[in-house]
C-alpha cells in the first residue's frame, strides 16, 4: 500500500524559519511534490524533488531522502502570507495519479 | 498559455438530487485530467482520472462518476447526492504522467443539504 504522513497543523513567527516533514512508505516511488494551498483555494505546485538532496528555490527549498522515505519543506523569512496549507504528494512509477498526504496547516504569527 | 476553468464556484444541493460539475482546459492537447475532491480541513481525494477521452480510471468506488466527452472536457456526475458528497471538488490537468506538474482549477465548493 502506500502511505503519507506529515504533521497537522504547525506554527511560526513573522521572520523565522519553519521545516515542514513529510514521510512516505510507497511502492515504486518516484519523486514527491510540495504544493501550497490557502484557504478556500486550489493548490498551487511548489517544487518536485526526483534525486536525493536539497532543492532550493528563493525562500523556499526542497528535500528528498529516497533511502529513508523523507522529504522536508523549508521555509525561510516567514511572511504573513504563507499562512497556508502545504501538500506533499507523491507519484510512482507506471503511474498517471498522485497520492496526496493530508497537508500541513502553518500558520505564521506576527 | 493554459488556463483550466471549473464551474460553477458554489453549489448548494438537497440530499438526492443530481449533481454534475464541469471542467475544462485551454491551451493544451491530449492532457491529463484529474477529480479530487476535498473534504473540511483535509487533504485531497483522488476520484477519477483520465488519459484520453473516454477513458476513465475510478480510484474511489461511491455514487459519483466521470465522463471525458472531448479532449478537454471533464464531468463529474452523480444521479443522487449523499450528505457526504459535501466538499471541495477539484479539477486538475497535467501534460502527462504523474512525474508532470499538476494545474489546478479554481474549485467548486458543494454543500449538500
Known amino acids: 500500500g502506500q502511505n503519507i504522513d506529515q504533521p497537522t497543523e504547525m506554527t511560526a513567527t513573522e521572520g523565522a524559519i519553519v521545516q515542514i516533514n513529510c514521510t512516505y512508505q510507497t511502492s515504486g516511488f518516484n519523486g514527491l511534490f510540495w504544493y501550497q494551498q490557502h484557504a478556500g483555494e486550489a493548490p498551487t505546485f511548489l517544487s518536485y524533488?526526483?534525486?536525493?538532496g536539497l532543492e532550493e528555490k528563493g525562500r523556499f527549498s526542497s528535500f528528498l531522502s529516497r533511502s529513508k522515505g523523507y522529504s522536508y519543506l523549508l521555509l525561510k523569512e516567514l511572511q504573513m502570507k504563507d499562512s497556508a496549507s502545504y501538500l506533499c504528494a507523491v507519484d510512482s512509477y507506471n503511474t498517471d495519479k498522485l497520492i496526496f498526504g493530508t497537508g500541513t496547516r502553518l500558520q505564521v504569527f506576527p | 498559455s493554459q488556463t483550466i476553468h471549473q464551474w460553477p464556484a458554489t453549489l448548494v444541493q438537497p440530499v438526492g438530487s443530481p449533481l454534475s460539475l464541469e471542467c475544462t482546459v485551454e491551451?493544451?492537447?491530449?492532457?491529463?485530467l484529474y477529480w479530487y475532491r476535498q473534504a473540511a480541513g483535509r487533504g485531497l481525494q483522488l476520484l477519477f482520472y483520465?488519459?484520453?477521452?473516454?477513458?476513465i480510471s475510478s480510484e474511489v468506488p461511491q455514487n459519483l462518476s466521470a465522463s471525458r466527452p472531448q479532449d478537454r472536457q471533464f464531468i463529474l456526475s452523480s444521479k443522487k447526492l449523499l450528505l457526504s458528497d459535501s466538499g471541495f471538488y477539484l479539477c486538475?490537468?497535467?501534460?502527462?504522467?504523474?512525474?508532470?506538474?499538476?494545474?489546478f482549477g479554481p474549485g467548486t465548493r458543494l454543500t449538500v443539504t
Open positions: 483520465s488519459v484520453g477521452i473516454g477513458q
Open positions: 524533488n526526483v534525486l536525493d
Open positions: 491551451g493544451t492537447s491530449n492532457p491529463n
Open positions: 486538475a490537468w497535467s501534460g502527462g504522467g504523474a512525474s508532470y506538474e499538476q494545474y
